[in-house]
């Protein structure tokens, strides 16, 4: 049984900064992709960035430059750290995880979907 617990959400000032951690457990498969997604109240909820076992990153363009996805592979830990942080940054923030192909991976923060494992998220708020 895959689980996915997020962690490190908080209230912060804009320009500040937060480190968001994702404990996965229950997951032995080698190709597996992880990533990070948030929802705001009355969006949709949209992919933030990805990481896949190789150790490739992409990221939305919203946060390009501020956030870094990261893992630790002995901890089985996804990390998002999280700088520059904006009021429009706010929102609730799920870590997710799943064996992608290579395509899918490309277009995994397009399509949440292809993500079967899913944490209970974590509130991030950012405010002036």
């Known amino acids: 049984q895959v689980e996915l617990v997020e962690s490190g959400g908080a209230s912060v000032q804009a320009g500040g900064s937060l480190r968001l951690s994702c404990a996965a457990s229950?997951?032995?498969?080698?190709?597996?992709?992880m990533g990070w997604f948030r929802q705001a109240p009355g969006k949709e909820r949209e992919g933030v960035a990805a990481?896949?076992?190789?150790?490739?990153?992409i990221y939305a363009d919203s946060v390009k430059g501020r956030f870094t996805i990261s893992q630790d592979n002995a901890k089985n830990t996804l990390y998002l750290e999280m700088n520059s942080l904006k009021p429009e940054d706010t929102a609730m923030y799920y870590c997710?995880?799943?064996?992608?192909?290579?395509?899918?991976?490309?277009?995994?923060?397009?399509?949440?979907?292809?993500?079967?494992?899913w944490g209970q998220g974590t509130q991030v708020t950012v405010s002036l």
């Open positions: 997710a995880a799943d064996t992608l192909t290579a395509i899918q991976f490309l277009g995994a923060l397009t399509f949440p979907t292809l993500f079967g494992y």
């Open positions: 990481i896949n076992s190789d150790g490739n990153t």
């Open positions: 229950g997951y032995s498969d080698s190709t597996y992709c």
